[in-house]
């Protein structure tokens, strides 16, 4: 059914964008007005040192995605949408990544229902409190930075009070990220994989709390549902999503000319909470404080340092296959620098673990040649000294990759 409705979709979204292209008005008269956008694109990456079993390209694809969007008395529409042919697959693929409508109840809440894309906390690519899915596969194979944060199917109440703004989020059937299963990254889970899914049973709730204190963004968060990559094995190797609490907190705002943030995170093995289990991921406690602000004319920095604590890491040291530090520190950088009129964007954004020694760097160039076409050129090394390490372990997968987009 769940397909059914997707390809229904998909299949609207598209016809729409074609009439459009026409000069057509394609959805009935009381449906109008609607915007309509997309683009088409090409893009196409290249592994220097492949692995094995891997083929050089990452990815090779023609996408197509429709972008449609309607407001109305009392509630919007949106409707979001890629279909592209994949040269690593051999397959037409398909991904509805927003479906939704939203409307306002009473004066003081918001509510919004459907496929959505979902973030929330301060780090710059590090999430901690966002439990929301992300794509990790789409972001190492070099597609746009946009993929990296998944759909979730979901329910979100947002309330406004004098105290406090509230945000609620039902997602009713567990949604995992995108991890790498081989398919276009190596290792990865590919083997069998038992994934939580059942309605209204394998849910998950997220909650964030916010206000602000003069000029900082302060936030407390929560979460009850699952590990959002496999986490835990059965003794007959079927990899798990073991149950997952997270609380939180975050604060941002002005500090000298930059901006800092400061954010932390206890992740509660629920299925593990002495962390005696070899099978089970432990808890964890994470912390983040990052400051960015600008250099020169059009010259951004961002810097982070990031720590994740292994606990009852004793426990965890005993079983012989133990590979985790009790922390794993992680320092990011980003740069930015924008010319000729911003229509040149050079990027940098880096990670370096000098527990784990190990890195990822992502350069980018991005060229905006016209108000609808733009020209993506960048590159995604990873390097380490142990392949068990986080980025280490991708070592075979550093690519190249370009792109050509064409908005309509």
């Known amino acids: 059914m769940k397909e059914i409705c997707r390809t229904a979709l998909l299949a609207l979204l598209f016809l729409c964008q074609a009439g459009a292209a026409r000069g057509e008005h394609a959805l009935p008269a009381w449906l109008q007005p609607v915007e309509i956008h997309g683009y088409a694109e090409t893009r196409v990456g290249w592994r220097p040192e492949k692995g094995p079993e891997e083929t050089g390209w990452s990815p090779v694809e023609a996408r197509f995605q429709g972008d449609l969007s309607a407001m109305y008395d009392g509630f919007e529409l949106k409707l979001k949408g890629d279909i592209w042919a994949d040269g690593v697959t051999d397959k037409v693929e398909d991904d509805l990544r927003e479906a939704w409508i939203f409307t306002r109840v009473g004066e003081y809440t918001d509510l919004t229902v459907g496929r959505q894309v979902l973030t929330w906390g301060t780090g710059d690519l590090v999430f901690l409190n966002d439990l929301f899915p992300k794509d990790w596969q789409a972001f190492f194979i070099g597609r746009d930075g946009d993929y990296l944060k998944a759909p979730s199917d979901a329910a979100k109440v947002s309330l406004f009070t004098p105290l406090a703004g509230v945000d609620l989020v039902y997602t009713p059937r567990f949604d995992p990220d995108r991890y790498t299963d081989g398919t276009y990254i190596l290792p990865g889970n590919s083997g069998p994989t038992d994934t939580p899914d059942r309605w209204f049973r394998d849910d998950e709730i ?203």
Request: aromatic letters at 12%; glycine letters at 8%.
């Open 206 to 408: 997220a909650l964030r709390i916010h206000r602000t204190v003069k000029s900082y963004e302060i936030a407390a968060y929560g979460y009850k549902g699952f590990w959002k990559q496999p986490s835990g094995t059965t003794p007959q190797g079927t990899a798990l999503f073991p149950a997952l609490e997270v609380y939180g907190a975050s604060a941002r705002g002005q500090l000298g000319q930059g901006i800092a943030n400061l954010e932390v995170a206890w992740y509660r093995s629920l299925d593990d909470l002495s962390g005696t289990d070899p099978l089970v991921n432990n808890s964890e406690r994470r912390y983040l404080i990052g400051y960015a602000r600008d250099l020169a004319h059009e010259l951004t920095v961002s810097l982070q340092y990031y720590v994740e604590e292994l606990l009852d890491h004793g426990a965890y040291a005993r079983d012989p296959e133990a590979t985790r530090d009790h922390r794993r520190q992680v320092i990011t950088c980003s740069l930015e620098q924008l010319l000729f009129n911003q229509n040149l964007s050079l990027g940098f954004s880096g990670y370096w673990s000098p527990t784990d020694e190990d890195a990822y760097l992502r350069p980018l160039i991005v060229y905006k040649a016209s108000d609808r076409v733009q020209l993506t050129a960048g590159a995604n090394v990873f390097t380490g000294r142990h392949n068990t390490t986080f980025f280490g372990q991708f070592e075979d997968n550093t690519n190249i990759y370009a792109s050509i987009r064409c908005a309509y």
